[in-house]
Nanobody, 115 residues
């Protein structure tokens, strides 16, 4: 079974940037839906961004609170999904998880935004 491993989290100051990576142990070339979720401390997990791939087109969408700051992308040749996060805010602090096709989950990577 394909496994997902997130990386790229850490401590960053407000206004900073991070790029999260989600590497799959096997091919995700045929996977249609890639997503990033996050779980802030003491809160429920929420969908942050997703991408639906079909043919030569990708549909992406984001939760309102990250629109214009976060970008989801995929590199099928590298079996990796990314989340570029810019202009980070303290409220972005959470454990971030990637998800493939609604069934595969990574172990999560901690993002802490604090001065």
């Amino acid at each position: 079974q394909v496994q997902l491993v997130e990386s790229g989290g850490g401590l960053v100051q407000p206004g900073g940037s991070l790029r999260l990576s989600c590497a799959a142990s096997g091919s995700i070339f045929n996977s249609k839906r890639m997503a990033w979720y996050r779980q802030p401390p003491g809160k429920q997990r929420e969908l942050v961004a997703f991408m639906i791939s079909g043919g030569n087109t990708n549909y992406v969408n984001y939760v309102d609170s990250v629109k214009g700051r976060f970008t989801i992308s995929r590199d099928s040749a590298k079996n990796t999904v990314y989340l570029q996060m810019n202009s980070l805010k303290p409220e972005d602090t959470a454990v971030y998880y990637c998800n493939v096709d609604g069934v595969l989950w990574g172990q999560g990577t901690q993002v802490t935004v604090s001065s």
